[in-house]
């Protein structure tokens, strides 16, 4: 084994370590908050089972109007679909998850069945 091989050995082993060290120490730290705050602290993560961008199976908007789908209206105020921005819509939906059907040339969005905009639909 040469210098080298040996240095990044050392080097994989120590951020192991550290690695190890920085688990244990958060563990302890949280361990001496009270369980209230334990729970509230909690990290979760969500991984979605269909791939990135489609509707998730047996959604009942998807099943009841074909071209339906549904976006998160982003900081800039706009929705994207088939990766072209469409809106402003109001600064009160950003974040929101809004209904989106594509018809006739065009793209209709709504939330909780109150139209919020209609755009023509580019190509």
């Known amino acids: 084994m040469n210098s080298?091989?040996?240095r990044w050995i050392v080097a994989m082993l120590s951020g192991g370590v550290v690695a190890w060290f920085a688990v244990r120490r958060r563990q302890?730290?949280?361990?001496?908050?009270?369980s209230s705050v334990q729970d509230s602290i909690q990290e979760r993560i969500v991984?979605?089972?269909t791939a990135f961008g489609d509707p998730p199976p047996n959604d009942p908007l998807t099943e009841a109007?074909?071209?339906s789908m549904t976006r998160k209206v982003g900081r800039n105020r706009r929705i994207s679909?088939?990766?072209k921005l469409y809106g402003?819509?109001?600064?009160?939906?950003?974040?929101?998850?809004?209904?989106?059907v594509e018809t006739d040339g065009?793209?209709?969005v709504s939330l909780d069945g109150q139209q919020l905009g209609t755009f023509a639909a580019e190509e």
Do not use: K, N, T
Request: aromatic share 6%.
């Open 4 to 6: 080298r091989q040996v």
């Open 28 to 34: 302890e730290l949280l361990s001496a908050l009270p």
């Open 47 to 49: 991984l979605p089972f």
């Open 65 to 67: 109007v074909p071209g």
């Open 81 to 83: 679909v088939h990766g």
């Open 88 to 100: 402003p819509l109001d600064g009160e939906y950003i974040g929101q998850q809004v209904d989106v």
């Open 106 to 108: 065009a793209i209709v």
